[in-house]
């Protein structure tokens, strides 16, 4: 098996996604340059983080989470870019599973009950095929051990993509779009809300409208990436 990978490895030579240089045998879908240098958030350790700070009075969170920094034109961007538009999905797992390594490390999120990704109107899921935060969300779940619902939550509307839209906007763009499928699931349940990254925090908004209305309910929020701005 290892000479026919080797040989494979030859024809379509691995490289990584942040950064396109080849990859060594023992690394996977990102370099160890990569993953020592990529701008990580370290959110986990300070509870004042921007990104809370950006749902201060939106959204009661418990945490607010994010792996890394996004910055236009970086090797995070390339990355986001490899999961959501080249059927790089794994590699939102993986993502995941190295991100849950960090937070176990701190024993942050151990009081989560149950891993909810955003989910995708069931028309763009047929489209890409996949929903890259649940794939993220795989890997939070794995590495956490904690359960993972794709079925209590749904996108009830189809919406227009978010980028390149205004904050107000985006909020337009979202209002509503949400439903819960199975109240009972969720009650009294501390919920990680994931999602691939997050900019003004419109549609982590919009899901909490239709959350909020949950008994006894706890929020938590995670991404792959927040677009960090001054405040």
Same mark, same amino acid.
């Given at each position: 098996?290892?000479?026919?990978?080797?040989?494979?490895?030859?024809?379509?030579?691995?490289?990584?996604?942040?950064?396109?240089?080849g990859?060594?045998?023992?690394?996977?879908?990102?370099?160890?340059?990569?993953k020592?240098?990529?701008?990580?958030?370290?959110?986990?350790?300070?509870?004042?983080?921007?990104?809370?700070q950006?749902?201060?009075?939106?959204?009661?969170?418990?945490?607010?989470?994010?792996?890394?920094?996004?910055?236009?034109?970086?090797?995070?961007?390339?990355?986001?870019?490899?999961?959501?538009?080249?059927?790089?999905?794994?590699?939102?797992?993986?993502?995941g599973?190295?991100?849950?390594?960090?937070?176990?490390?701190?024993?942050?999120?151990?009081?989560?009950?149950?891993?909810?990704?955003?989910?995708?109107? !069931? %028309? /763009?899921?047929?489209? &890409?095929?996949? +929903?890259?935060?649940?794939? =993220?969300?795989?890997?939070?779940?794995?590495a @956490?051990?904690?359960?993972?619902?794709?079925?209590?939550?749904?996108?009830?509307?189809?919406?227009?993509?978010?980028? !390149? %839209? /205004?904050?107000?906007? &985006?909020?337009? +763009?979202?209002?509503?779009? =949400?439903?819960?499928?199975?109240?009972?699931? @969720?009650?009294?349940?501390?919920?990680?809300?994931?999602?691939?990254?997050?900019?003004?925090g419109?549609?982590?908004?919009?899901?909490w409208?239709?959350?909020?209305?949950?008994?006894?309910?706890?929020?938590?929020?995670?991404?792959?990436?927040?677009?960090?701005?001054?405040?």
């Amino acid at each position: 098996m290892t000479l026919i990978n080797d040989f494979m490895s030859l024809i379509y030579p691995r490289h990584c996604e942040a950064c396109v240089n080849g990859l060594f045998k023992h690394e996977t879908y990102i370099c160890n340059h990569c993953k020592l240098t990529l701008p990580k958030s370290n959110y986990h350790k300070n509870g004042q983080n921007e990104l809370n700070q950006t749902f201060a009075g939106r959204v009661p969170l418990n945490y607010g989470l994010c792996f890394y920094l996004f910055e236009k034109s970086g090797k995070v961007q390339k990355l986001l870019h490899a999961i959501k538009y080249e059927d790089q999905k794994e590699l939102a797992q993986f993502i995941g599973e190295l991100y849950a390594q960090e937070l176990a490390k701190e024993g942050t999120l151990a009081e989560v009950d149950v891993i909810v990704p955003i989910p995708l109107h !069931k %028309k /763009k899921l047929k489209l &890409r095929g996949y +929903n890259q935060s649940e794939w =993220f969300a795989k890997g939070l779940a794995k590495a @956490l051990e904690k359960p993972l619902d794709i079925d209590s939550f749904e996108r009830a509307h189809e919406t227009s993509t978010q980028t !390149k %839209k /205004k904050k107000y906007q &985006r909020w337009e +763009n979202v209002e509503g779009i =949400f439903t819960i499928k199975d109240h009972n699931a @969720l009650i009294n349940k501390h919920i990680l809300l994931v999602d691939d990254v997050i900019t003004t925090g419109a549609t982590i908004e919009a899901a909490w409208m239709a959350l909020k209305n949950v008994e006894g309910i706890k929020l938590s929020v995670a991404s792959i990436a927040f677009a960090a701005r001054k405040l």
